[in-house]
């Protein structure tokens, strides 16, 4: 069975400076990765996902993720941290098809933005 | 605008009682989910449909039930609400085929439950 691993559950940053949210995977085939942002008392956005195209993705809001099949990660990350990056992250997995209707998800990170 | 409603937002009940939760989606998505959200362990499955009239159980579905009548409508159901019930319920949705961006979640703000 597939799962992900959320590295670290909480992160803090200074506004300006770099995030990086780590995600290692398990998965007996070439999975399908998706990273969902949670901001305070709201539902779960995506940002981005992998589907075995390009190992870089690009998201919204800056974001990005790289797939590394060698090191089982998809590591989430962006340049420059926001005050509105402030939100809890998701790593998720699916199932291979045809059950990749079945997620697992990660334990989240807490990212917290200094001013 | 289209998406996932979920009612009611926040809910209170003493430990015996029942309710329902109720989701609907406008998106005509044939899969609908019900998670549940506590602190420290991301989202759990609790019940799944992958269409009108079909259910099927999730990793957390002990003291749940579900429904799915219409398309549209996904309600899940505590017959006999518990302390440990106390959470924070997500619905979502999908549509069928897994195209690229196809297989991606939506979803609903969320039900903060708290059985007393």
């Known amino acids: 069975a597939q799962s992900v691993t959320q590295l670290d559950s909480h992160v803090s940053v200074s506004e300006g400076t770099p995030v990086l949210l780590r995600c290692n995977y398990s998965s007996s085939y070439s999975p399908s990765l998706f990273w969902y942002v949670q901001h305070p008392n709201k539902g779960l956005q995506l940002l981005l996902k992998?589907?075995?195209?390009?190992?870089l993705v690009k998201g919204i809001n800056g974001f990005e993720a790289e797939f590394k099949k060698s090191e089982t990660s998809f590591h989430l990350t962006k340049p420059s941290a926001h005050m509105s990056d402030a939100a809890e992250y998701f790593c998720v997995v699916s199932d291979k098809p045809p059950n990749d209707y079945k997620l697992s998800f990660g334990a989240g990170t807490t990212v917290t933005v200094r001013a | 605008n289209a998406g996932v409603t979920q009612t009611p937002k926040f809910r209170v009940l003493k430990t015996g009682q029942s309710m329902t939760l109720l989701c609907a989606q406008d998106m005509n998505h044939e899969y609908m989910y019900w998670y549940r959200q506590d602190p420290g362990m991301g989202l759990r499955l609790i019940h799944y449909s992958v269409g009108e009239g079909t259910t099927a159980k999730g990793e957390v579905p002990d003291g749940y039930n579900v429904s799915r009548l219409k398309k549209q409508n996904f309600l899940l159901g505590l017959e006999s609400a518990a302390p440990s019930q106390t959470s924070v319920y997500f619905c979502a949705s999908r549509h069928l085929l897994s195209y690229s961006g196809a297989n991606v979640l939506t979803f609903g703000a969320g039900s903060r439950l708290t059985v007393l």
């Open positions: 992998y589907t075995s195209a390009a190992t």
